[in-house]
């Protein structure tokens, strides 16, 4: 198997090395920009509340990261968590709270904040 020019011996990947990897988005626009942005949606606090409730919950094979952007601004504050790449957008605490028990820690999906491949924003 080709990981990059780099052939594993089985043809298997090699192991994750975190269980679940999540990237929220802080990109920061200029203000008044058409498409807005993340941090002023409250990704940074959020983020923050995550990387917190992690530890908190011992979800030490979790990953939370800031990243810039995830190109869906319009929709966010966006959060995509690896390997699945499922999309989010949580708004508050509480929404970060449910994709940490029920995503990360349960394995189920959060419908409510899922964000999908061609959705656009409420106009």
């Known amino acids: 198997m080709n990981l ?18 999540v990237f929220c988005c802080t990109n920061k626009r200029p203000p008044g ?28 094979d979790v990953r939370i990261n800031a ?3 995830l190109d869906r601004c319009e929709l966010g504050p966006s959060v995509v968590i690896y390997p699945e790449g499922v999309w989010y957008s949580p708004k ?6 449910e994709i940490l028990t029920i995503h990360i820690r349960d394995g189920g999906r959060v419908e409510r904040l899922l964000l999908r491949p061609d959705q656009k924003p409420a106009v």
Not at 35 to 53: A, I, P, V
Not at 92 to 97: I, Q
Request: hydrophobic content about 15%; overall charge negative; some cysteine.
């Open 92 to 97: 508050t605490e509480a929404d970060c709270e």
């Open 33 to 60: 920009h058409e498409r807005g942005c993340c941090t002023d949606k409250g990704s940074e606090r959020l983020r923050n509340y995550m990387k917190r409730r992690a530890k908190e919950l011992g979800l030490e």
């Open 4 to 21: 990059g020019g780099r052939e594993t011996e089985t043809g298997e990947n090699p192991p994750l090395y975190y269980r679940a990897h």
């Open 67 to 69: 990243a810039g952007c």
